[in-house]
């Protein structure tokens, strides 16, 4: 059964820096879409970062653009979401995420929608604060 494993989440200044991984266990992840989500408690879940299977187009969300940066390590079946430039307002729990197929055709124009990911993580919290 595919299990995704997140870690690296915890307190940091804000203009710190912190990395994500998201460690794939009971399948090789090569190949497969990974996104990366945020939720903060009383919020809708919501898309941050995302690589698809094709070709590792990535995808990532207007307010991380420029400061995150999504890598895929197949050697490591990890995917990393390095975050730079940390502000108070990237405080939330991440959870990386995977459908439960390949897909080929999926677009990294479309994989930050929840609804391309059925296997989850069960997060990591990142503090952001002075």
């Known amino acids: 059964q595919a299990q995704l494993v997140e870690s690296g989440g915890g307190l940091v200044q804000p203009g710190g820096s912190l990395r994500l991984s998201c460690v794939a266990f009971g399948f090789t992840l090569d190949y497969y879409a990974i996104g990366w989500f945020r939720q903060v408690p009383g919020k809708e879940r919501e898309g941050v970062s995302c690589i698809i299977g094709s070709d590792d187009s990535t995808s990532y969300a207007d307010s991380v653009k420029g400061r995150f940066t999504i890598v895929r390590d197949n050697a490591k079946n990890t995917v990393y979401l390095q975050m730079n430039d940390l502000k108070p307002e990237d405080t939330a729990v991440y959870y990386c995420?995977?459908?439960?197929?390949?897909?080929?055709?999926?677009?990294?124009?479309?994989?930050?929608?929840?609804?391309?990911?059925?296997?989850w993580g069960q997060g990591t919290q990142v503090t952001v604060s002075s």
């Open positions: 995420a995977t459908p439960d197929a390949m897909t080929p055709s999926l677009r990294a124009s479309m994989c930050l929608s929840m609804g391309v990911y059925d296997y």
